[in-house]
């Protein structure tokens, strides 16, 4: 038997299968909305002062006042939910934040609603992928490189089509292009090459995620003094790396082990991961 788990509307706890919205919600008819999805190792959130800068950029990027928002009590809620639903070790939580005002697309009022889901993730801590994924190239859709592709809004349509992809050509992951043609990121995470010493990532400016984990890949490359180089990553480049690796905060590296005839070796990918467990527990 399946543990209860439980969610967190406006400050309410319900059980995850209630049904609490009505066809009027904003973030379902319009995408009105933007969320963050935080790691927990060893029962405790991780970089969620990171994420809550991003929430608060988010949210003036998308005009909602936050006068009826505090990230202290949020922050509250989230542990009291993870005790509710009793997740000790590895988890994720996901915080979507919405407008809840009448109209269409133009909202009457400045009232803004909340979730918060909680649920358990069998590995405590970051690990390396034993097997590396295989890559391509999405161009169907190209991503935008307005400010709003930084952020994470719910809507991801051009996520989900690039997913799409990915089985119908099977694929593990796939890279998403921008309106250059340059890489920006791919389904579900930042991109970042290595070679000699050196690590490359798209710039925010084309379009890529401002991601969390990419903040402490970054952060960990300084310490260990590899070179950062944050700009224009293109196919070329792919074929010239020794590895390719992908990030996002849930499951943290991940090594690809092909792009078309091109293989990659997982070096680095290790290192990082090894860096972020200690960052994680403090060593």
Not at 44 to 51: I, T
Not at 69 to 81: A, G, M, T, V
Not at 210 to 225: F, P, T, V
Not at 264 to 281: D, G, M, R
Request: with cysteine; glycine share 6%.
């Amino acid at each position: 038997m399946s543990q209860e788990l439980y969610i967190n509307y406006n400050g309410n706890h319900y059980n995850n299968e209630d049904k609490i919205f009505s066809v009027n919600n904003r973030a379902f008819k319009f995408g009105d909305g933007l969320f963050e999805t935080i790691r927990v190792c060893n029962g405790q959130l991780c970089f969620v002062e990171d994420h809550f800068k991003r929430l608060k950029k988010g949210m003036e990027l998308l005009k909602m006042k936050s006068s009826n928002i505090s990230f202290n009590d949020l922050k509250h809620q989230i542990e009291e939910l993870l005790i509710k639903n009793q997740i000790t070790e590895g988890g994720r939580v996901r915080l979507t934040v919405f407008r809840e005002a009448e109209g269409f697309y133009v909202p009457f009022n400045e009232k803004k609603g909340y979730t918060i889901e909680a649920k358990p993730l069998e590995n405590n801590l970051y690990f390396v992928n034993e097997k590396g994924l295989r890559v391509d190239l999405y161009t169907e859709h190209r991503r935008s490189t307005s400010k709003l592709s930084n952020i994470k809004t719910t809507n991801s349509i051009q996520n989900v089509l690039a997913g799409i992809f990915c089985i119908e050509n099977e694929l593990d992951e796939a890279l998403v292009t921008n309106k250059h043609g340059r890489i920006a990121e791919s389904v579900s995470s930042n991109v970042f090459l290595y070679k000699n010493n050196n690590i490359y990532t798209p710039a925010l400016e084309e379009g890529s995620l401002d991601g969390i984990m990419r903040k402490q890949i970054l952060r960990i490359a300084e310490n260990l003094k590899i070179n950062v180089f944050e700009g224009m990553v293109n196919g070329s480049m792919l074929l010239q790396a020794d590895e390719l690796f992908l990030t996002n905060v849930v499951k943290g590296i991940q090594w690809v082990s092909s792009y078309k005839e091109k293989t990659y070796n997982n070096e680095a990918a290790k290192l990082f991961t090894q860096h972020l467990n200690e960052l994680i527990s403090g060593n």
